[in-house]
């Protein structure tokens, strides 16, 4: 083991960063020069500014994704275990997705009246997710939001608690955009929760900006009469592109085709192949760490027993080191999250991938292990 001072080893960690941050400069001048052209008039260079927050020195400009894959406009192909932060849980461009959507585009995007979708998505929805009655929203954000408001509503009660890794209430309402991954019916499903209302975000449109939220009869019923008891000219809980034909068509296209038993069957077995050689890689360079798995979903963290609630999660965040993981891997041709180290498989991920990421992670750490990075 090498004998080095925290400070030495900031030094280290700041020159390596400082090589792959040069590696990418060099290897991406089409990315660099679209990403000075587009600060003139994006706010922090990007349409979003999120998109500043990777571990790249500029923003990565990506001309096409496609199954498991992200080509940028220099022509590097990245195996993409990022997946838009599940937005593409399924794939990119599935082609039942591209398929519908280019069905519909032709036929019109949005009327604010509903489709010849709606009741076959609406029907899905409760079998799959076991909660009766539902409503749509363009983002996981706003279908959380929508949901808090008709708890209000519901309930009366104004006040919310919010709780750091337990739950008590009344009413139990759960996130599954990310645990979507678990299996087709999601994590409650699976593990015989009885959540009084879900939302399901990101992937639920194959990737267009969709989200949904369910609940139950009781809780439906409380909602229609808060409704009806309030004051005439309230326009209720929504936006107008809510629910718009396109998106519909989407959902049903991922519902019925995408997001199936096999394609969560060939997920899932793949994620534990990824999280059971993550492990092996981390246990080979000895490090502290360790790997937590939901599914198709699977996350390094820097702390050798997994955290239990928000707190403890929190503590264990490293953004240096994380970028520097990030770029080097990005450097080889793969990506992962940014703000976390979580690594999704979908059903166009292949063994070969998981084969490559897993070479290339073994490669980054023992590249850091031997500067003296991770001691
Ligand atoms: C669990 C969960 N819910 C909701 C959201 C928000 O999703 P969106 O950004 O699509 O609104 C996120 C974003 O990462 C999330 O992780």
């Known amino acids: 083991m090498l004998d080095i001072t925290p400070d030495t080893q900031n030094?280290?960690?700041?020159?390596?960063?400082?090589?792959?941050?040069?590696?990418?400069?060099?290897?991406?001048?089409k990315s660099k020069a679209l990403a000075e052209e587009a600060a003139a008039h994006w706010l922090f260079g990007v349409p979003l500014h999120w998109m500043s927050d990777w571990s790249t020195p500029f923003a990565l400009q990506v001309t096409q994704?496609?199954?498991?894959?992200?080509?940028?406009?220099?022509?590097?192909?990245?195996?993409?275990?990022?997946?838009?932060?599940?937005?593409?849980?399924?794939?990119?461009?599935?082609?039942?997705?591209?398929?519908?959507?280019?069905?519909?585009?032709?036929?019109?995007?949005?009327?604010?009246l509903s489709s010849q979708d709606s009741a076959w998505v609406g029907a899905e929805l409760a079998r799959r997710f076991g909660l009766p009655l539902w409503q749509s929203a363009l983002s996981a954000s706003d279908a959380n939001r929508f949901l808090l408001r008709w708890v209000r509503a519901a309930t009366?009660?104004?006040?919310?608690?919010?709780?750091?890794?337990?739950?008590?209430?009344?009413?139990?309402?759960?996130?599954?955009?990310?645990?979507?991954?678990?299996?087709?019916?999601?994590?409650?499903?699976?593990?015989?929760?009885?959540?009084?209302a879900l939302v399901l975000g990101k992937p639920i449109a194959g990737g267009l900006p969709c989200a949904v939220y369910g609940m139950t009869a009781e809780l439906a019923e409380r909602a229609v009469q808060a409704k009806r008891d309030a004051p005439p000219g309230h326009s209720g809980i929504?936006?107008?592109?809510?629910?718009?034909?396109?998106?519909?068509?989407?959902?049903?296209?991922?519902?019925?085709?995408?997001?199936?038993?096999?394609?969560?069957?060939?997920?899932?077995?793949?994620?534990?192949?990824?999280?059971?050689?993550?492990?092996?890689?981390?246990?080979?360079?000895?490090?502290?760490?360790?790997?937590?798995?939901?599914?198709?979903?699977?996350?390094?963290?820097?702390g050798a027993i997994p955290p239990t609630n928000g707190t403890q999660a929190e503590a264990l965040f490293d953004a240096a080191l994380e970028h520097l993981i990030h770029l080097a891997l990005?450097?080889?041709?793969?990506?992962?999250?940014?703000?976390?180290?979580?690594?999704?498989?979908?059903?166009?991920?292949?063994?070969?991938?998981?084969?490559?990421?897993?070479?290339?992670?073994?490669?980054?750490?023992?590249?850091?292990t031997a500067a003296g990075v991770l001691i």
Request: some cysteine; hydrophobic content about 40%.
């Open 11 to 29: 030094a280290i960690r700041q020159r390596l960063a400082q090589q792959e941050r040069d590696r990418f400069i060099t290897t991406h001048p």
């Open 65 to 112: 994704a496609q199954g498991a894959t992200v080509t940028d406009v220099d022509g590097h192909r990245y195996i993409d275990f990022c997946l838009g932060d599940t937005g593409a849980m399924f794939g990119h461009a599935s082609p039942p997705v591209v398929q519908a959507v280019q069905r519909e585009v032709a036929r019109g995007c949005t009327t604010m």
């Open 156 to 196: 009366g009660r104004k006040k919310l608690l919010v709780f750091n890794g337990c739950y008590h209430g009344t009413l139990l309402v759960l996130d599954e955009t990310h645990t979507f991954s678990s299996g087709p019916g999601g994590y409650a499903r699976l593990h015989g929760l009885q959540p009084d």
């Open 238 to 302: 929504g936006t107008t592109l809510t629910a718009n034909r396109l998106t519909m068509a989407a959902m049903r296209a991922t519902l019925a085709e995408v997001a199936t038993n096999a394609a969560f069957d060939h997920m899932i077995s793949l994620c534990s192949e990824l999280a059971d050689g993550l492990r092996a890689c981390i246990s080979r360079h000895q490090l502290p760490w360790c790997v937590t798995q939901v599914g198709a979903r699977c996350e390094f963290q820097f």
């Open 330 to 368: 990005l450097n080889r041709g793969v990506l992962i999250t940014p703000f976390h180290n979580m690594l999704l498989c979908s059903p166009a991920t292949t063994r070969a991938d998981v084969a490559h990421m897993l070479q290339t992670f073994d490669e980054v750490l023992a590249r850091l």
